[in-house]
């Protein structure tokens, strides 16, 4: 049946292939999610047409297959076939997957429930009562709902109102109490929305029923943080709201309880667990674009339709058909983030850089205005001093050091991150010494001896090239807890990527090859 399946896939790549090629290399994941591929023809050239096809029918079919057989869901594969027809399939499961782009080579997951710790989860709680008043909310409601009445010439028509008893039984399901001006809302109307026709009477959001918050909270994970993959994840950063410490710094949280949505993947939310300066029942926004952290909004909702009800006193509104819109003053906001050279004057709301094709080092000590700062990349850039980062709260660090020396790193209170690039050989001692580093990438890193890598106790992800492999395991050095690793070799095969996962502990022996020819 493998062979059957994988015949098609070989004659899509020949059909395609350019003249005089010798052979085509195809990597791909496949799956119920759909398929990914990249590949070539050799030799290469400027005048090849290099990328090989992405047979999607006939992909999906060997997946399939390969879910029916071996239970892999999804499969990664590798299909290298020749001008004469000949052919070889090597398919696992996706603990083993080709990683492209600049970090090109393979990706193995060690430990497939391990996540990464959001540095929210350990920030001081607040302590502070909440700022919400009940009655204040239910009088400034229907205000708000007299005004909107006032302009479109008509009530708005809402859902009921849900009984105390489904509030209470709402609570019992999500485990959290909501905040009182919020329930007292509920207690007016069961969101805003009839027959799916929702009155977005949260400035563009659509206020969802009691039963769909319960559900937003309960069967759709909204307390769970999407998970992209290693290759994206292992320096991945949260960032801070505006202002500081009143928000927990997750890319999503359990007592984060969505009540309004944009029907966009993003939703205004009631924040039941606050940081040290935040209050319970304060707004936020969460959701699709908010994974590097939530946007706050207010203190409480009550406070919010105050706001509301200022902009209708203002004019500062507009109508469209049925539906009124709010509008908001123009703010410029503060900068969270710079692509491009450090400027004259650094904004002290920095919390990343990304500094591209700098010409010469770069200097890095005007960042210490940012004392914010939680990434701190150099791409293609150089920098001769680390001193200044020992200021920063850098988490993600990505730099190339040109005769430089890492050990201004030492018991960096910060750092989980750190990308390292040398141009003469490194002395990674001081690495020992700091306490949250969870990713390292030493792949474009000169090492004068890779044996500290064994004292890095906390170490989640290491990414090193194939040589730098070979020496780390002959010498059974490796970092006793890794989660996943990178192999950083753009030529290897799958063959040769399952061997070196096979070193790192996992169990490749059911892997399948298959060997064949069309003709």
Known sequence: MVEQAVRPIV?????????????AVLHGRAGRGGTSVTGHYLPRGDSWGADVPNPY???MALAETLRKDHGWEPVSLEIRCRPSGEYR??????ALTRVTGMGSGFQVVLDTDYRLPQPGLHQEPGTAAPAGDAELAVARFRAYLEK??????????????????AIDEAERRIGRRLPADLRALYLIADGDGIDYEHRYLFQGNAWLSLE???????????GERPWYGWDLEWDAV????????TVRRCGSHPGWLRFATSEDGNYLAVDTAPARYGRPGQLIRTGRDYDDGPAYVADSVTSLLGHYLELLDQGAYEKHGDH???????????????????????????????????????????LTAAPCLRRLHLNRSTTSDLRPVRELPVESLRITLDGGDPTPLEGHPHLASLDLNTTVPADLAALRTVPHLRGL???????ADLSVLADLTGLRYLSLTGRQWTTLLAEGQLPPALAAAHLADPDATLDEALAWAALLGLTTGNALRVTGTLF
């Open 148 to 165: 909107r009445a006032a302009i479109l010439g008509h009530p708005d028509e809402l859902p009921p109102p849900a009984t105390a008893a």
């Open 212 to 222: 769909s918050l319960v559900a937003e909270t309960t069967d759709w994970g909204s």
């Open 89 to 94: 399939l090597v398919a696992f499961h996706d």
């Open 57 to 59: 029918a006939e992909l």
């Open 238 to 245: 949260v960032f801070e709201t505006t202002p500081a410490d």
């Open 324 to 366: 009124v819109s709010l509008l908001e003053p123009d703010r410029e906001p503060a900068p969270q983030q710079i692509i491009g050279d450090i400027p004259d004057e650094v904004p002290p709301t920095l919390q990343a850089i990304h500094i591209n094709d700098a010409t010469g080092p770069v200097d890095l000590a005007p």
């Open 11 to 23: 004659e899509a790549i020949i059909a395609n292939a350019p003249n005089g090629w010798t052979e």
């Open 441 to 447: 990438d030493l792949s474009g890193a000169v090492v």
